[in-house]
């Protein structure tokens, strides 16, 4: 059994970076998290062996559709007149800054981390069912 907090870590790790970057690996018998990034020397795996059914690779954030998608799940519901200004938005580098720009003058920003956070609670438990994984709070 995992803590489930120890599970939304390992999630933002591997999602704190771009995609293939960073990784962590449950192992669903101990509960245990090992990570990994390429982007530096940090590296708990070492000799471990990953294989075998017990073992499972945390997602990232684009695994369990929780980038582009949810901000326009979110816009949708919170900003429906802004829809379009988002999606020209989202064409060019630097979209969730500009994304969290608009958030901010529209007094939204709060609202919108409230729903990531719930959305990315939500997809994690599903994601823990989907795989067999039991997990605590």
């Known amino acids: ?3 489930f907090s ?3 870590d390992a999630f933002l790790f591997v999602s704190s970076s771009p995609y293939g970057m960073n990784s962590a690996y449950l192992n669903k ?3 245990q998290i090992f990570y990994h990034s390429e ?3 940090y590296d708990e795996i070492g000799d471990e062996e990953l294989e075998g059914d017990q073992w499972l690779s945390i ?3 684009n695994d369990l559709d929780l980038g582009q998608q949810l901000v326009f799940e979110f816009v949708e519901t919170h900003l429906n007149d802004k829809y379009e200004q988002v999606r020209q938005i989202f064409r060019r580098p630097g979209a969730y800054g500009r994304f969290k720009d608009l958030l901010g003058t529209r007094n939204q920003l709060e609202t919108w981390y409230e729903f990531e956070n719930q959305r990315t609670r939500e997809a994690l438990k599903e994601w823990c069912e989907e795989n067999d994984v039991e997990w605590s709070d």
């Open 1 to 3: 059994m995992v803590k």
């Open 59 to 61: 997602p990232h954030q």
């Open 29 to 31: 018998e101990t509960g």
């Open 6 to 8: 120890d599970l939304e």
């Open 39 to 41: 982007m530096s020397d």
